[in-house]
């Protein structure tokens, strides 16, 4: 499965077997984060077999069971974006891996993980083997996703698809691509985490329309 097939495969996954993850998998795991902090300053880092997290409050919504494993993405402030991108290149590095997934950013023990010095967590990443596969989230149409100043070609269609899949705050998707002139942007509205979504959905942009953004501004 390449990552771009596992836009496709993947969902939001809260409860979990007690399956370890193999660690020929969390080398592969490890080693991406290796890469991701030295090129990017970020703070992440793969915690296993540490239940603590997923074991305090449990609100109704968003409650956990199972799990004993996720990332932990961390940064200075104002990193939100960075944060979503590269957490989602892990978040589909996983599910190529056969691991399931879920972005938490508020319903978990905050006590029990412990940021690096002059970082704030801004979210963790819940890890393993799911005890389903999850189920697809309702999703906006494409064309309520964009604004354009025409017809628009293939390759963004295919972006936009991408991006009506990501993962977002209460499946908010907070965010607006705009096409115009040949050229793509993307901003994040008004909405909790919304910075951190758009990281997320710009990393499935690019990876449907075969092109980076930083290409197209």
């Known amino acids: 499965m390449t990552e771009y097939e ?25 080693d991406r984060i290796e890469k991701i ?5 970020l703070s992440i880092k793969l915690f296993l077999d540490e239940p603590g997290a997923f074991e305090g409050n449990k609100p109704s919504y ?15 402030k104002g990193r939100d974006e960075d944060i979503g991108y590269y957490g989602e290149s892990l978040v589909l590095l996983a599910q190529t891996l056969g691991l399931n997934t879920c972005w938490v950013a508020l319903t978990f023990e905050k006590k029990a993980v412990e940021a690096p010095v002059g970082c704030r967590i801004y979210d963790l990443i819940a890890l393993g083997y799911g005890q389903t596969q999850g189920v697809p989230h309702r ?16 390759w963004f269609l295919r972006g936009m698809e991408a991006a009506a899949l990501a993962p977002t705050a209460i499946n ?11 050229k793509v ?8 985490c919304s910075k951190t979504d758009l ?11 075969g092109r980076k953004l930083a290409e197209l501004g």
Do not use: W
Not at 6 to 30: C, G, M, Q, W
Not at 185 to 192: R, Y
């Open 172 to 182: 908010q998707q907070r965010f607006l691509f705009v096409y115009k002139n040949g």
């Open 62 to 76: 968003g409650s956990f069971s199972g799990c004993r494993n996720y990332i932990m993405m961390a940064a200075e």
């Open 37 to 41: 902090n030295a090129e990017t300053g």
């Open 199 to 209: 990281g997320i959905v710009k990393y499935h942009f690019e990876l449907g329309a």
């Open 185 to 192: 942007s993307c901003k994040a509205l008004f909405g909790p």
């Open 139 to 154: 999703s906006k149409p494409v064309e309520k996703l964009y604004k354009s100043d025409g017809e628009v070609p293939e």
């Open 6 to 30: 596992a836009i496709f495969a993947r969902h939001s996954v809260r409860k979990y077997k007690s399956d370890p993850i193999e660690p020929e998998k969390a080398a592969i795991l490890r």
